[in-house]
Each structure stands twice: as C-alpha cells, then as structure tokens.
C-alpha cells in the first residue's frame, strides 16, 4: 500500500518529511503557549504557570539563590513546556500533512445534479445533501459519498486509499458503495448521495488526522484524573512546605518551590499523553482506517475474541487452481495445455489462477493472440474459451462441459467422475476441460489459505485473542479450511441470526468483540461487536453499523487494526508508569537540598551525592525536561507489543519502564550535576 502523504517510506524519505515538519511544529510550540489550549492539558498548565512565576522572582533578589542558577531553572522549566507543546504540533504535524492532501483534491469539485424534473445542472458538490442524485462520467470525481443507483463502472480510489488499481462498482449487492473524491475510469454511475456536507468519508478522514474532532477516550480521561489527582496531591504538599520551614526557623526559596513542584508532578507523561494519542490515531489513517471514534480503538486494544469472514480474510477472495486431473487416455501436458489455451480468454480470478498455475508447473508453447478468438466466462454459459483454428478450447463447469461434448452425466469416465466427487466433498470447485468433443480432464479450485496467517492467529493466541472463522460452508468444509488456517473456533452456514448470536454470546461471557464484514446481512453483528470493521466497497448499511471503515476494503486488516489499538494503550501504560517511577530519584535529589541547612540529619538521602543544593534542584530540572525530548520518538513510534499474554506483557514494561524509571533518573541526575559543575554553572 502506497499512501501519498502517510506512507512510512524509505528511511531519506522520512527525514525529509521530518525536515518539513519540524518547522511549522516549532512556531506551533509557541502558539500553543496560550493558556485557552494549555488547558487541555493541566500538568502542563501546571508548568507553564510556574515557569512565569521564576520568571518574575528572577526580577527579585534572593540570597538563597544565585541570578545565575535561577535563570538557568526558568529557560529550563519554559523549555519543558515548549518541548511537550512541541511534541504534540509534531504528532498533528504528520495528519495535517496527509489531509492538506486529501483537502487539495476536493477544492472546486462540481456535480451533476438531477433535479425534480429529471434534468441534471451543475452544482458546486458542496451544496450536496443527503438523498440528492449525481450523475458522474468518466475521467470525473466522484464528488460526494453514496450508493450507486444505476450502471457499472471501474472508480480509481488512489486518492483515498493511495492504491492506483481500479475497482469495480455497481448497483445493487455488496459493492454499490462509493467514496467522494474518488475518479471513475470508465462509463457512467447514477450515484444518490448517502452523506451531508461536513460527514462524508473524506472529511471524516480529514477531521481525525487533524484531530480536530478527536475526542478524549475513557482511558484517557481516566489517565488525566490521575494526573489532576497526583498534580493536586503535590501542589498541597509543596505549598505547606514553606510555613514547615518557617516554622523551623527558615525559609525556603521560592523558586525552588516552584522547582520541586515541576520535578514531582508527572511532567513527562503529560507533556507525551496528547502526542500518544495523536500518534495513535495518525497509525490507525496509516493503514487507511477511519475510525469513527478513539473509543473503537482502545477497544480494539483490549479485543478478545476475533470474528473473521472466511472468503477473502482466512482465504484468498477467489478460489484458485490447485491440482489437474487428466482424463483416461490424455496426458498431464496435454490437459495443462489445453487447460491453459482455454483460459486464455477467462479474466475472471479463477480463470487467471489456472494459467499462473498451469505456466508455473509446465513449459508450455502459447498459441499467438492473432489466431485466438477468446470466447469470455459468462454466467449464462458457465464457460470460458478460446478458438484456435477450427480447434474448439472450452473450460467450465460440469454439466457445461459434458453439454459441449455430447455425454451425458452417466456416462464420465469413472476416473473422472470419483476426482469431480472428490474435488465436491472437500468443499472445492470441479471445473472440466475439453477441445472439441474430447474431454481432457478436470481442474481443482479450492479455497487457498494465505500465506502467514496461521502465524498470524498463533500470535494473536499468545496474546489471548481467540479467532473464530465465520463461513457459509458446510460445517465439514470448514472444519478442514479452520484446521488448515489454525483458527481456534468456526462458525458454519453461519447467518446474520448466528452471527449476532456468537457475538452476543462472547459479550455475555465478559469479552470484548471484534469482527469485520461488507453486506447488509453483517450490518446487525458490525453494530453489537464492540470493535466494527466495514468494507468501504461494501453496503452502505455495513459501513453505518460499523465503528471503523477500512478504505483499502481488506479484511485482513482487522488484525492490524487490533496491533496498533494494544499498542496505544501499552504505549501509554508504559509511559506513565516511567513518569510516576521518575519521581523517586528527584525525592533524593530535591528533598535533602532543601532541607539540608534546616535538618542535617536528611543529607544521609543524597544518595547520588549531588555537589551542592543549587546544582540540585537545577540537575532534576534539566533531566525532568530532558527526558521527554527523549521518549518523543517512542511516544510517536509506540511501544512494541509482543506475542504474549497481557499478564507477561504486564509484568516486562513494569520491569522495563518501572524499574528504568526508578534506575535511569539517578544516573541521569547524577550525570547532569557532574557537567554543570564542571561547566561552573552552579
């Protein structure tokens, strides 16, 4: 998949897009000074409210702090905020790219509109409403999202879903779906218009790569009440410092105070929270899937059971040619080669299956095109073929085949028959081959299942996500197609009825719920599966019921889109488990620095044996806002989730972020003091 904007790319593509966004994300870092957006994240008010009060004491003389000392923790604490604001302009940064491109393409668009008495006149496609009726022509944009009335057309969606292959659309059934924005290729749609100005695909697209309408999950505002919580809790303890030290017979500088409070608050966690989710999201548009809230994503991130459609997720979309069987009398080149000739003039998938499968086991001469006269699959015939001379290929089904030949059913040869019985019991698709009155042989198809995907399912195991395979099949067939694929559970001859069933059923038993599907007989299960994933080629109905739309309409995705929901909600728990543990180290570098001179007895906590107070308080600051320069390329890339159950999953980031976070910030602490005491700075 090639995206034009959000596409990862090769290592100097990305730092020239870096390059490009740095820029714009610096000025934004100063923008986002004002206190009206400050205030979405309070820690970081927090710190910007106490970055101006050490600007104001740096104007007032304090003997227990040096002019020097105390405009170096003023640069420093507007330098976490100016940091922390920068992070997040950077995670918008890289969706405001991607939809100032998808934008572009929409400037000016007109429409063909039918009018009440049936005429059509032009109209800016921004007066569209819901119901209205368009006609598009080809080589036109499609100009809003809807559903295809009338005709049968290939639509090139590159400008949506970045791919440039054309896909085909039609009235009626599953793929009457189509986005606005996108280009038709060739004849005419009458498309009537299923979204109003302002909620169409694109800029549903726009809206959450920019984040302008991304709003705060559950987790998320439970993460922020913890914040405010321990940002309180440290606010109270820091202020009533000061009448103890009074008390005792001192007093503490207030920059110090103002120093403490920034150190003990979870800073670094809340100066990445806005860019962790931001980043989220932007993961979630990288793989082309429009998720109509946060709340589907962290849901996926907790996903336990998995329903996925057979027939393109497991399987390839299309059965495919596997195995040939030759008639008595008929070599295997013989059938290969007329199998071969014979769906020459078959563009169907199962037809290209059987010549890739027939020129990868045989070395086989090819008639040249100008002798051929291609006879196309139709569903009225049920054949595809070609004639070479007076020599008639034909390929098809059963029946169809033995019509063209003259036999009737009883009278197959037997070896034939037990293969075409065989081929039927095991869930696969007999075809047969013949030139002429001769028949050759017959042709396997057979659901193939792809590549990786039973390693797919193992890792998702290991997780504790369990898949259950969702078929029409008989349940023989699918028993065997779910053993070869490694799924955990099948659902036979399933039907909307049963599908709603299993899903309710998971749910009742305390698990969250994600399935994907295309028609309006899935659009009941996408509505009560916690995590829905429609087909943006499929029904309307499907991709109203669902809570995310996969423009690149693969199902297969839905196992990505779970990766990247359990790495934002890993990311986030990692992060604020290393922000909290942060905290220890500034506890024995801060406190003993300020009370040393009013109780001895504490100098025993110096543990890292810090030089002096000032070169202190001044180490924790610069770490406190080092350390979030430091972890903005993991808020932005996202923790790697392995294969695990969450309970190991669990206990590796406590080990990693939790006791890191305890160990990293005494030797960075440590460190800092070694240089700015060398450097004489304090």
């Known amino acids: 998949m090639n995206l034009p904007v ?11 897009r870096l390059r490009a966004l740095w820029r714009p994300a610096l000025v934004q870092a100063f923008v986002k000074l004002d206190p009206r957006q400050l205030k979405r994240s309070p820690v970081m008010l927090v710190v910007a409210v106490a970055a101006l009060l050490t600007t104001v004491l740096c104007l007032t003389p304090d003997n227990g702090v040096s002019t020097g000392v105390a405009v170096q923790i003023t640069l420093w604490l507007w330098f976490t905020v100016l940091f922390a604001n920068f992070a997040e302009a950077l995670a918008e940064g890289r969706g405001k790219a991607r939809a100032d491109s998808l934008r572009a393409g929409s ?10 008495d049936g005429h059509f006149s032009t109209v800016a496609a921004g007066t569209l409403v819901k119901g209205d009726v368009v006609q598009v022509r080809a080589g036109e944009l499609i100009p809003a999202d809807g559903e295809v009335l009338e005709g049968i057309a290939a639509v090139n969606e590159a400008a949506i879903t970045g791919e440039s292959a054309p896909v085909i659309r039609e009235s009626g059934g599953d793929r009457s779906a189509v986005t606005g924005n996108t280009r038709l290729v060739s004849d005419r749609l009458l498309v009537r218009i299923t979204s109003n100005p302002g909620d169409s695909t694109l800029d549903r697209m726009v809206a959450l790569v920019e984040g302008a309408k991304r709003q705060k999950t559950p987790n998320e505002v439970a993460l922020d009440l913890l914040l405010i919580g321990l940002t309180l809790v440290f606010l109270i303890v820091v202020v009533t410092l000061q009448p103890f030290a009074r008390f005792s017979g001192a007093g503490l500088p207030l920059i110090f105070l103002a120093a403490l409070l920034v150190t003990l608050i979870p800073t670094t966690i809340g100066g990445l929270l806005s860019a962790i989710g931001i980043a989220g999201m932007d993961r979630l548009v990288r793989l082309n899937v429009i998720a109509r809230s946060g709340r589907a994503v962290e849901a996926a991130g907790d996903v336990q059971t998995l329903l996925l459609d057979k027939t393109g997720t497991i399987t390839f979309g299309n059965r495919r040619c596997t195995a040939l069987h030759s008639a008595p009398g008929v070599t295997p080149e013989a059938l290969a080669h007329a199998a071969l000739i014979a769906s020459l003039g078959d563009d169907t998938a199962e037809g290209k299956s059987v010549a890739e499968f027939v020129r990868t086991a045989y070395t086989l001469a090819e008639p040249d095109a100008a002798e051929c006269q291609t006879i196309a699959f139709s569903a009225q015939t049920r054949l595809s073929g070609v004639d070479v001379g007076q020599q008639r290929y034909r390929k098809g089904a059963v029946d169809a085949v033995l019509d063209v030949v003259g036999l ?12 075409v019985e065989r081929i039927a019991q095991s869930g696969g698709t007999p075809l047969l081959v013949c030139i002429d009155a001769q028949l050759m042989g017959a042709i396997h198809l057979k659901d193939v299942v792809k590549p990786g995907i039973r390693e797919r399912f193992a890792a998702l195991r290991a997780m504790g996500i369990g898949t259950v395979m969702i078929t029409g099949d008989n349940p023989l067939t699918a028993a065997a197609i779910a053993a070869e694929a490694g799924v955990d559970d099948v659902l036979a001859q399933a039907t909307p009825e049963k599908k709603l069933a299993r899903i309710r059923q998971e749910q009742a038993q305390g698990r969250l719920v994600a399935m994907c599907g295309d028609g309006a007989n899935d659009a009941p299960a996408l509505a009560q599966a916690d995590v829905g994933v429609a087909m943006n080629e499929g029904t309307q109905a499907a991709r109203e019921a669902a809570n995310m739309v996969d423009l690149d309409s693969d199902p297969t995705k839905l196992l990505d889109v779970v990766q990247v929901g359990k790495a934002l909600l890993v990311t986030r728990g990692a992060l604020t488990t290393f922000s909290i543990a942060n905290d220890v180290a500034k506890y024995f570098a801060i406190l003993p620095a300020l009370f040393a001179a009013i109780y001895p007895q504490l100098g025993v906590l110096n543990l890292m044996h810090l030089h002096s107070p000032q070169s202190a308080i001044l180490s924790a600051i610069v770490f406190n806002a080092l350390i979030i320069v430091a972890l903005i390329p993991l808020a932005l890339r996202g923790v790697p989730v392995q294969a695990t159950s969450a309970a190991q999953l669990l206990r590796r980031n406590l080990l990693i972020y939790g006791v890191g976070g305890l160990v990293v910030p005494f030797a960075g602490i440590k460190s800092i003091d070694l240089l700015l005491t060398a450097l004489n700075l304090v």
């Open 408 to 419: 009737a059913d009883a009278h197959l040869p037997a070896s034939v028959r037990a293969e």
């Open 107 to 116: 400037q000016g668009l007109q429409a063909r509109r039918r009018g009440d």
């Open 6 to 16: 959000a596409d990862l790319g090769t290592p100097a593509s990305q730092a020239t």
